[in-house]
């Protein structure tokens, strides 16, 4: 495993080490990471903010407790994040909140799954289908539905660990790759 992985690994556990458990901060501490992570990586100011040593450690503190009150973000949060700042791991976010969002869905024993259609179904079939992949996975299910009709049968479900190409698409380029 390369360095990178394993100290965005790292942070995730000790996060995850000093948060309260309950599912309202999880979820939260979630939301917070996933929206830094994305302003980090479309704003170019947030993203020179954060990693330039010319700037103190205490006013980029104080920049992230101002974003995580809109989260209710726990104070013990912030001692990761200074540990982040003083790693100037800011770079490794995205890695930090998919690790993060796996912790969490072990620990919920829950997962957040995308679920991608071809084309519309009744709500018991999209239902039938989540109650299987319930029973597969030995989790809840919090399903996000989607359509593209690229698939042009089937379906695509993914969690952050798991995904099942059950698309007419994924067949024809199977065929056409045995085929080829």
């Not at 969490?104 to 992949?133: F, N, P, R, W």
């Amino acid at each position: 495993m390369n360095k990178k992985k394993d100290l965005a690994r790292k942070i995730v556990r000790i996060l995850v080490r000093k948060i309260p458990k309950d599912k309202n901060t999880l979820i939260s501490v979630g939301e917070f990471l996933g929206t830094l992570a994305l302003l980090y990586r479309k704003n170019t100011e947030i993203r020179n903010f954060l990693i330039t040593p010319f700037i103190e450690k205490a006013k980029k503190l104080e920049a992230l407790k101002r974003l995580g009150e809109r989260f209710n973000l726990p104070k013990e949060a912030f001692d990761v994040l200074e540990y982040v700042i003083d790693l100037n791991a800011f770079g490794l976010l995205n890695e930090i909140k998919r690790f993060y969002d796996h912790e969490v869905e072990k620990l919920m024993k829950a997962s957040k799954g995308y679920l991608t259609l071809a084309h519309e179904l009744e709500e018991d079939q999209i239902k039938e289908i989540t109650q299987t992949l319930e029973r597969v996975l030995g989790r809840e299910m919090e399903v996000e539905v989607s359509y593209d009709k690229s698939l042009v049968g089937g379906f695509v479900f993914k969690t952050s660990g798991f995904v099942v190409d059950a698309s007419v698409r994924r067949q024809l380029r199977d065929l056409l790759k045995v085929g080829g």
